[in-house]
């Protein structure tokens, strides 16, 4: 039957791989490629192609693992550790041919950005290649907008070049993206980032933009530092109050202090009052 033949032929290929014999291994294992039932044959597939690595034989695990792409090119197991071994091997051509053939039939987001962040990788340490990477880290985030690995390396990529203006404009979008999806974690990420590299009245208003989904004490540090005794008193008295609520001991009272003396120049006695309370209190 069918199944005796699978089971002979996946068993002749194990004692093979048990003895160390990879040419017969990998002979008996294209065999049973045919007929064998797939969770079987990857398993012991994936058996043989890492002998092969620790043989330092990598040709043949990769031809191992392209054999399992002939079975089904969409499958993690066979693509995934395929396109690790050509990029070990520097093989730049053949991983390009693997993720072109693979990228357009998979249905998960993370399994396309995997093959892309394998193939970006790989174009950042070729000479000449970057703008290409570039390229590739910026369909990953198309695909998934707010992907943390896709996104550092694309920044990096962008400093590396020197390219600073496509670097703003870069994070400017993915600010806009994580205040849409309310990712407070990627908002202040970005922000932070992104505060440092405008001007002084775009980075207040940045600060100023990720604060509306809550205090964040390095915010508020820098959106006060960023201000200056030209501009209103009362928003800085405000902005010190609600960073006051973050601090404790002398920093606490030093800044009520302050805080004080702002509400007091805009005339505002109960916010001073206020002030010094929360300071005795935080202190």
């Known amino acids: 039957?069918?199944?005796?033949?699978?089971?002979?032929?996946?068993?002749?290929?194990?004692?093979?791989?048990?003895?160390?014999?990879?040419?017969?291994?990998?002979?008996?294992?294209?065999?049973?490629?045919?007929v064998a039932p797939p969770e079987a044959l990857y398993q012991l597939s994936g058996q043989v192609a890492e002998l092969a690595r620790e043989a330092e034989n990598p040709l043949t695990a990769a031809k191992m693992y392209e054999k399992l792409r002939e079975r089904d090119?969409?499958?993690?197991?066979?693509?995934?550790?395929?396109?690790?071994?050509?990029?070990?091997?520097e093989d730049l051509d053949a991983l390009e041919r693997v993720v072109r053939e693979t990228l357009d039939g998979l249905q998960e987001v993370e399994d396309r950005n995997a093959l892309r962040l394998s193939l970006a990788k790989a174009l950042l340490t070729a000479d000449g290649r970057t703008d290409e990477a570039i390229g590739?880290?910026?369909?990953?985030?198309?695909?998934?907008?707010?992907?943390?690995?896709?996104?550092?390396?694309?920044?990096k990529s962008l400093e590396a070049a020197g390219k600073t203006e496509e670097l703003v404009e870069l994070l400017?979008?993915?600010?806009?993206?994580?205040?849409?999806?309310?990712?407070?974690?990627?908002?202040?990420?970005?922000?932070?980032?992104?505060g440092k590299m405008v001007d002084r009245e775009e980075a207040a208003a940045i600060y100023r933009d990720a604060l509306r989904l809550g205090d964040d004490r390095e915010l508020l540090e820098l959106l006060l530092a960023t201000l200056g005794e030209e501009d209103d008193p009362a928003e800085r008295a405000s902005l010190s109050e609600r960073l006051l609520q973050q601090l404790e001991g002398d920093e606490a009272a030093s800044l009520s202090l302050a805080e004080a003396e702002l509400y007091g120049s805009v005339d505002h006695a109960p916010g001073a009052l206020r002030a010094l309370a929360v300071g005795v209190e935080r202190a």
């Open 136 to 155: 590739v880290l910026r369909e990953a985030l198309f695909d998934e907008p707010g992907h943390e690995e896709a996104l550092g390396l694309l920044t």
């Open 172 to 194: 400017r979008d993915q600010l806009m993206g994580a205040q849409d999806r309310g990712d407070v974690a990627t908002v202040k990420a970005t922000s932070l980032r992104l």
């Open 73 to 89: 090119p969409t499958a993690r197991g066979a693509w995934e550790p395929l396109v690790e071994l050509y990029r070990e091997l």
């Open 1 to 34: 039957s069918l199944y005796a033949v699978d089971w002979a032929l996946l068993g002749l290929a194990e004692r093979a791989k048990d003895r160390g014999d990879l040419e017969e291994a990998v002979k008996w294992l294209e065999m049973a490629g045919e």
